[in-house]
């Protein structure tokens, strides 16, 4: 399935974070010199443990394979086309005007259409840098101004887990950009190293989780110039609207919702609430539009869950009410349509 038509315009440049502050943001990320790391060698051993860790961030926070395959909306929890995991996605002009369009690549181990014959250090590059195995810029649809972030550790386990996966044999168009648009976002330096996040300190373990699990991609909304509209931090508004529904011919109106401690945010969740809100797509009777990629959060542990809640209690307060099951109405404060925007 094209998810191209249902993107509304103003999206496409919400998504272009590296233009404002956004990619200066990420926190854990030291270029201090370091010994030598497997991220630099030939290939990176596919160690078990290294497999199973991949798995785990992949399948339930960094969400790869939910742009990069054809995503079957109708099932609840979303899922992959059968058979079409990571062999990419076509997401036509992405709200860009004509003459664009976005194609999160088919990364499969497939030989012929995939990343079969690319090295590893392609995926470093991808991930840490923004830079395609044939040397493009990556436009930042793909999220590599967080997932730089990523400790070596943990990035050689994506890596590992990612080469793992099953060859799709499809062949994807290029993504083509037009000269204004290729203007506004550049590569990132390289990183040298990137150290381990201590998973004791659950404040600073949470805020490694949700900086990968770019949270704020969506949550924080973003000018016309994908610039963050200043002190509206995590306040929701973007308008994500898509046929994201069980029924895949069905627009349903959805932006993102306010994560901060604020009245008009997630004030009244507590941790158990947010477990089962997570685990079940459901805040009590409302269902979560499958965009919120739930569908992969849920496979996350009581205690990454916990660490991540943990941060989220620590982003500033701002006031700013978003209602999905209101009509879309202009917000003056986030400068776009979304439910009881005419309330703020
Ligand atoms: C929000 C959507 C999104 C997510 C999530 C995402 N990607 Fe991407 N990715 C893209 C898009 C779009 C491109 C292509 C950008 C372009 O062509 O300019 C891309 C490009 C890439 C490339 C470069 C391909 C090439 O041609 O060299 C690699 C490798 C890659 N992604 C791997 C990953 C991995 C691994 C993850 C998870 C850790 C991931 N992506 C998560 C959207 C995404
Ligand atoms: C691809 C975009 C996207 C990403 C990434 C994303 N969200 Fe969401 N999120 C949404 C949308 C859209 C909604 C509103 C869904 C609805 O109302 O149907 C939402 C809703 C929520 C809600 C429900 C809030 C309420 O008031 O009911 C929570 C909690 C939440 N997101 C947490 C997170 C966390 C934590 C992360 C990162 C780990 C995250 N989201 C990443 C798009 C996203």
Known sequence: MKRSKAIPAGIAAFFLVCLGSGCQKVPTVTA???????????????????LARGEYLVEGLLQCPFCHSDYDFAHRPARPVQGKKDGGADFDTFGLHKGNRIVAPNISSDPDYGAGKWKDADFVRALRQGIGHDGRALFPLMPYQYFRSLSDEDLASVIVYERSMAPVHVEQPKTTLTDDIKKT?????????????????????????????????????????????????????????????????????????????????????????????????????????????????????????KAIFTYLRTLKPVRHRVDNTELARYCKVCRSKHGFGERN
């Open 32 to 50: 201090a010199a370091a010994p030598v790391s497997v991220l630099e060698m030939q290939m990176i051993p596919p160690t078990p443990v290294r």
């Open 185 to 305: 976002f550049q590569p990132l330096e390289p990183l040298a190293h990137v150290s381990e996040p201590d998973s004791f300190d659950r404040l600073a373990y949470g805020k490694y989780l949700v900086t990968l699990g770019h949270c704020d991609q969506c949550h924080t909304p973003h000018d016309d110039y994908g610039k963050v509209i200043p002190g509206m931090d995590f306040a929701g508004g973007v308008d994500m609207s898509g046929a994201w529904g069980t029924d895949p011919k069905k627009i349903i109106a959805v932006a993102s919702l306010n994560l901060t401690p604020d009245p008009s945010g997630i004030s009244y969740f507590d941790e158990q609430m947010f477990i089962k809100v997570i685990r079940s797509g459901q805040v009590n009777a409302r269902p979560l539009a499958s965009i919120m990629p739930w569908s992969f959060f849920r496979k996350l542990s009581d205690e990454d869950l």
